[in-house]
């Protein structure tokens, strides 16, 4: 059946091809493609306005998160599907966090009080090879404290500030994706903050949110300058301060 | 100068008083009283479109916010200017915090990891007061620290439930004024977030945020009811919950 309507439809182009001329039938093509390209950017145009309806993101995340697998976020094309043992192909609160963070292409400000949790620093890590330019500010206390992936940045070279004063929390957890993507809550970057505890983070591009936390963001870093810090203070510079 | 004006001002107002006649004035008087309305109203208008084209509110508060006198937010019509020693008429960030907080006229939902901040729980304690239905869920181990208000506000009679499990912690920081403002952040409500940390809280009305926060508020809520935990368990029912 299906073979007799391929037979018969490759017969009728080659009817019309027999009886167009070629100039006739380079026409024909030519308007096909200009409706297919108007018809490719009026849903386009559709697409838009409908999202710009909406106004700029803003979804919000709840946690604990249930641990699936995230490997396809970090390996893009990856031609065999992951062996491990968690469950594949499911969306939870960390893999849509991960997605939004891994979604930099310039640059990402993280603020964050408490940084242990192995998969979001992979993905820090994994930026800054990619040439996005991660700027990090920390707590004094908590970098240092067993687990924090603080040092494994500094290695590489991301740039680490911390809080200067010990009597003080640094107790921000918000981070900006190329300067228009907030994601702020309560959410501290360690594992039972995502896998035990009752925890939020909202993701918006509203810019009357954005800009005050990339202010915020400025102020800190540039407070927290080690230039301004005497020799001997617990800071190191081990990156090209930008 | 002045009292030439004043004198010459209440002259001409006497003499068209004299002119007119009580009919005429009453009708000057009743035009005026419509035009004053009118235009009050035309601002009012005004106000709202300006509002309403910059959409819901949106404000972003940092801390660690400087010690000012907060005693207007607590007592309305105050005859006598308060004679504490902090600075007056000044806003901060915890003004700003707080006057969010007493805007509660039905219902505050209140989602805190570590609550032992006096003015914090005086506002709290006043809305309850006031008759606005206050709910709280809470931290099971951070309630019970030195300092924790918890145990003043269930004896009052406000509704507290926590987290059941003693493994996982209860870290959000949000609450929900008369369910369409969200107040949510970094900050727990503790003298040092407040005055020492670096911290972030988030006032926003914009319903695709506050939506989501008071379903999981109503999740927590349910999840944590005392009717589902066995007798000798730490919850207390202290309130009629509603």
Redesign the interface.
């Known amino acids: 059946m299906h073979v007799a309507r391929a037979f018969s439809c490759h017969l009728s182009l080659a009817d019309m091809s027999q009886q167009m001329s070629f100039k006739e039938l380079m026409k024909v093509l030519g308007l096909g493609a200009v409706a297919l390209v108007l018809g490719v950017e009026w849903i386009n145009w559709l697409m838009r306005r409908l999202r710009d309806s909406r106004?700029p993101l803003?979804e919000?995340l709840?946690f604990?998160s249930p641990q699936v697998c995230v490997e396809h976020l970090f390996i893009r094309h990856k031609h065999f599907p992951c062996a491990c043992p968690l469950p594949h192909g499911v969306e939870t609160s960390f893999s849509r966090l991960l997605m939004h963070l891994l979604s930099a292409r310039m640059s990402l400000d993280l603020c964050v009080?408490s940084f242990s949790h192995m998969e979001l620093s992979r993905a820090i890590l994994l930026l800054h090879k990619r040439g996005v330019v991660v700027r990090v500010v920390t707590d004094r206390d908590y970098m240092t404290i067993t687990g924090s992936q603080i040092g494994a940045l500094r290695k590489t070279g991301i740039c680490v500030r911390h809080?200067m004063s010990s009597?003080?929390?640094?107790?921000?957890?918000?981070a900006l994706v190329d300067g228009k993507k907030l994601i702020?809550?309560?959410?501290n970057w360690t594992l039972?903050?995502v896998q035990?505890?009752?925890?939020?983070v909202?993701v918006?591009e509203?810019p009357?949110?954005v800009g005050?936390?990339q202010q915020?963001f400025q102020k800190?870093w540039e407070a927290n300058d080690p230039a301004n810090h005497k020799p001997g203070q617990l800071n190191i510079k081990t990156c090209k301060d930008r």
Request: zero cysteines.
């Open positions: 106004g803003k919000v709840f604990p009080f809080e009597a003080v929390h640094m107790h921000h957890k918000f702020t809550g309560s959410l039972t903050a035990s505890n009752k925890e939020n909202m918006t509203e009357e949110l005050p936390y915020e800190l």
